[in-house]
């Protein structure tokens, strides 16, 4: 069985935070794909995630990327119709780049084969085996709770690295 192993780093989370005494405290998440390995796997940003710290409870932020309109998400293109398996870690921790704070992200990702995040699954089985569409496209969501007990105003940046292995 031929198997090859494609690692993206599907973000380079970048989380601006911020406190206004005349606004509401704010957190938005933007996401950029890069290839770490050159292969025949393509990954697009379609949607950043965003989330508002109003909707926090306890300095939790919870988005679920079924149902949540602030979830991120992504376009992976490969080989039509080809089998695969993706993996992520659990969980990553921003850094404040601007001074102190952390933020812990803990990812929940849901998948699909069209575009149609309602009918996609969560992703929590590593062994799940998934398949690209006829036109090697599969659609990711991804959403999680976000810690932001720690939080100071600034602008945090972290991974989030895919495995994506072809079966």
């Known amino acids: 069985m031929n198997k090859s192993i494609v690692r993206l780093l599907a973000?380079?989370?970048?989380?601006?935070?911020f406190s206004n005494l005349h606004a509401q405290n704010a957190v938005s998440i933007t996401a950029s794909a890069t290839v770490i390995e050159i292969s025949e796997i393509e990954l697009v940003t379609i949607k950043d995630m965003n989330v508002d710290e109003a909707f926090a409870e306890n300095g939790i932020l919870n988005i679920s990327p079924v149902t949540d309109m602030?979830?991120?998400?992504?376009?992976?293109?490969?080989?039509?119709?080809?089998?695969?398996?993706?993996?992520?870690?659990?969980?990553?921790?921003?850094?404040?780049?601007?001074g102190q704070g952390t933020l812990i992200f803990h990812y929940v990702l849901s998948?699909?084969?069209?575009?149609?995040?309602?009918?996609?699954?969560?992703?929590?089985?590593?062994d799940r085996i998934l398949q690209f569409n006829e036109e090697g496209k599969y659609y990711l969501w991804v959403g999680g709770r976000v810690d932001i007990n720690n939080a100071h105003p600034g602008n945090y940046e972290g991974e989030f690295v895919l495995e994506i292995e072809y079966i």
Do not use: C, H, Y
């Open 11 to 17: 973000f380079v989370l970048s989380l601006l935070f």
């Open 70 to 98: 602030n979830a991120g998400e992504l376009l992976v293109m490969g080989r039509a119709n080809a089998q695969m398996r993706i993996t992520s870690p659990d969980q990553t921790v921003l850094v404040n780049t601007s």
């Open 111 to 126: 998948g699909f084969w069209s575009d149609n995040k309602q009918a996609s699954e969560i992703l929590d089985a590593p």
